[in-house]
């Protein structure tokens, strides 16, 4: 199985920004892609961005412009950098990965999730 470990949330004023961090371990045989989602209390886990291991990233329109994703390929880590908070972006958000944990058998993977919270 993959284990992921997030890291990074915390509070923030409206304008500011945050990064976060998941790194992935265990057995992992290959990582078809990573990503973050979030859920905000009463709301389904919308997806954020996710960066494949071809490197093509995918944007939720309400994020483009202000986050960035990005990957260490060497250690296995997906970033978020989130910039120009804004109240709305405030949810807990969860890492994932699409990877193989042997030759033929692969799974999605969660965090355990990390909260943001934008407020003044």
């Known amino acids: 199985q993959i284990h992921l470990v997030e890291s990074g949330g915390g509070l923030v004023q409206p304008g500011g920004s945050l990064r976060l961090s998941c790194a992935a371990s265990?057995?992992?045989?290959?990582?078809?892609?990573m990503g973050w989602f979030r859920q905000a209390p009463g709301k389904t886990r919308d997806l954020v961005a996710t960066i494949t291991s071809g490197h093509s990233t995918n944007y939720a329109d309400s994020v483009k412009g202000r986050f960035t994703i990005s990957r260490d390929y060497a250690k296995n880590t997906v970033y978020l950098q989130m910039n120009s908070l804004k109240p709305e972006d405030t949810a807990v958000y969860y890492c994932?990965?699409?990877?193989?944990?042997?030759?033929?058998?692969?799974?999605?993977?969660w965090g355990q999730g990390t909260q943001v919270t934008v407020s003044s």
């Open positions: 994932n990965v699409r990877g193989y944990y042997s030759a033929t058998s692969w799974d999605d993977f």
């Open positions: 265990g057995s992992i045989f290959s990582i078809v892609a």
